[in-house]
């Protein structure tokens, strides 16, 4: 059974259909030192980095970084403190893909990088950058960000680009694509809401169709940004 990070904030119907669909639900502790819309979000918490290894912040709940221990996690903790205003909200928040590590470099914490020894290196300008983009597939990824997107153009990475906004951030304008969904295993797909109910829907369902992979709907509603659901590795 893979484990999954997600929110402590998630709804009983997402947590139910998640277990439903064959996975360990793990809530991420509220940290403190981020602002609400966001202090549970698992892609400002945790960098995964492995199938059982993690870098998590360093100032999380000991009893969450105890609990890991004893599901067989190697846990690293950052060099930095996140704190709660940009850059030093991100400093977890980058993307990692099979060949690829995508950030704005300038923020990351140094207790990634060996993570991504070997990778091609993409510094973007966009801080948020595990928030901005959804990763398909090793080779495909969907964002809102066009500076991730141009970024990714020469490299072989298959891009969709939606526009910003139509996803709900309880505390903020909108959301990011990011934030609504994560893969559940190479061949599905989870999402925080109905794709049906969300206004570039139908070019996201033929994305993934694209790439052989399947949504699935944890809730009824909107696409809610509830941050990345962790746990799936390439």
């Known amino acids: ?17 998640l277990v439903r669909l064959g996975g360990n639900v793990i ?15 698992p892609d400002m ?13 360093r100032d999380m709940d000991r009893d969450f970084l105890g609990y890991l221990s004893l599901l067989g996690y190697d846990v690293a903790l ?3 403190s996140i704190k709660r205003s940009y850059p ?11 060949s690829f590590f995508i950030h704005n470099l300038g923020c990351t914490d140094r207790t990634i990088m060996p993570s991504a020894e070997g990778k091609t290196l993409l510094d973007v ?4 950058t595990k928030c901005s983009c959804a990763v398909v597939s090793g080779t495909a990824l969907m964002t809102s960000d066009i500076s991730i997107a141009r970024a990714l153009e020469a490299t072989g990475v298959d891009v969709l680009l939606v526009p910003p906004g139509d996803i709900i951030l309880p505390g903020l304008d909108y959301g990011f694509i990011g934030g609504t969904c994560g893969l559940l295993d190479e ?28 949504p699935v709907c944890l809730s009824r509603g909107k696409l809610t940004d ?9």
Request: charged share 25%; glycine share 8%; proline share 3%.
């Open 125 to 128: 300008k966009q801080g948020y």
């Open 1 to 17: 059974m893979r484990n999954y990070f997600v929110d402590y904030r998630i709804s009983e119907e997402e947590q139910f259909n």
């Open 187 to 214: 061949r599905r797909m989870a999402f925080y809401g109905d794709l049906s109910r969300y206004a570039y829907g139908e070019e996201v369902r033929s994305f993934l169709h694209k790439h052989g992979v399947e």
């Open 88 to 98: 030093e909200d991100v400093i977890l928040n980058a993307v990692s893909l099979p």
């Open 45 to 57: 918490l945790l960098h995964i980095t492995g199938d059982k290894s993690l870098v998590a912040h």
């Open 27 to 41: 809530l991420c502790p509220r940290c403190e030192l981020l602002y609400p819309a966001v202090d549970g979000h």
């Open 78 to 80: 950052t060099n930095k």
């Open 226 to 234: 509830r941050g990345s659901i962790l746990g799936y590795t390439f």
